[in-house]
């Protein structure tokens, strides 16, 4: 079936429900794929649990080794999985409508490579400052997002310049984090797996790291929305109606380096996330950022947890990072879209 069709199809349902029960739908199915994102975490592994043994241990925490294993283990695991997909998704999906270019992506246009750029620089010659990571990295995260835009810019904003200037910002970034891995060779093993993008290890500490910057990210993504869906018009048009564009662009700007940065911070380089999960909101439900946002977060979370727990089975006892399926997944769903958008 082509992508036409389905695209009828879609539209067909649509008129079917009316478009407000359409898309209220639609996330009502988001929150079930999430949900099931969580189960298939919290039960695939190294060590299958029964589900019903899952939710005793839930409710009625032991000291045991399956209770150990799920408190300690897989669920803090599948929360930093979840938060990580919210913030990737929602960032892809604000830049998009930023830089008005359907292949806006943290990881492609550079803007998690700003991110990792400044985390590697703490974590190779600053260890001891490790709760710095997160905040360094926004910064590095909004440097790249600024000199991305600027480069792109002239007389107007074009999606290939987007690309091109993102790319090129991306492999200046990466040469940067390549020199400093060979500089310092004898340090560089967490920095390999966090060039990746994994959530091997993780923890309830990163559980706190991340959790308050997806509350703070979403709050004011869902405040914005309305910017967003304005900027979908033209510059022309949404200063007609009295938007200061550029500053709306800064600021829209920032939530998503906000969101990117604290993902990278906690779990690494994790690509197309943000590319593919607004794809597939957008085309299911419109495009109207009141539903696309919290459509993305919870398609998001989903996408992160079922990829993870493909990437903790499918080769077990060994385990793959996570960056690795969405790599597989992403990387032709992104020449897909460079082909027809092209």
């Known amino acids: 079936m082509s992508s036409k069709e389905i695209s009828t199809d879609i539209k067909n349902a649509r008129l079917g429900l ?69 913030n990737l998704a929602i960032a892809g999906a604000i830049l998009q409508a930023v830089m008005r270019n359907p292949l806006a992506d943290p990881h492609i246009i550079g803007v998690s490579s700003g991110a990792g750029l400044a985390g590697v620089v703490i974590m190779i010659l600053f260890p001891e400052l490790d709760y710095l990571i997160t905040p360094v990295a926004f910064i590095g995260a909004l440097l790249a997002a600024v000199c991305i835009y600027f480069l792109a810019w002239k007389n107007g904003i074009k999606p290939v310049r987007i690309i091109l200037a993102g790319v090129a910002v991306s492999a200046f970034l990466g040469a940067g984090i390549s020199g400093l891995m060979i500089f310092y060779s004898d340090r560089v093993h967490g920095a390999l797996m966090w060039m990746v993008g994994g959530l091997a290890a993780r923890s309830w500490p990163h559980v706190s790291i991340i959790l308050p910057y997806t509350i703070v990210g979403l ?124």
């Open 219 to 342: 709050l004011l993504a869902l405040l914005c929305a309305k910017y967003l869906n304005i900027l979908q018009l033209g510059d022309e048009m949404a200063k007609g109606l009295g938007v200061n564009v550029e500053l709306v662009r800064i600021a829209l700007t920032a939530i998503a380096a906000l969101l990117a940065a604290s993902a990278v911070s906690v779990v690494g380089l994790l690509g197309f996330v943000g590319l593919i999960v607004p794809h597939a909101t957008r085309l299911l439900i419109g495009s109207d950022y009141r539903f696309i946002i919290p459509a993305a977060a919870l398609l998001g979370a989903a996408t992160v947890n079922l990829s993870d727990t493909l990437a903790r089975t499918i080769l077990a006892p060994v385990e793959l990072p996570v960056g690795i399926i969405m790599a597989v997944i992403g990387a032709p769903f992104f020449l897909f879209l460079l082909r027809r958008e092209v």
């Open 18 to 86: 009316g478009r407000n029960a359409w898309r209220i739908f639609t996330l009502v199915c988001f929150a079930i794929l999430a949900m099931v994102g969580v189960i298939a975490s919290l039960f695939k592994g190294s060590l299958n649990i029964d589900f019903l043994a899952i939710i005793n241990i839930l409710s009625n925490p032991d000291a045991d080794m399956m209770s150990q294993v799920i408190w300690n283990i897989r669920l803090p695991r599948t929360i930093v999985g979840a938060l990580v997909g919210i």
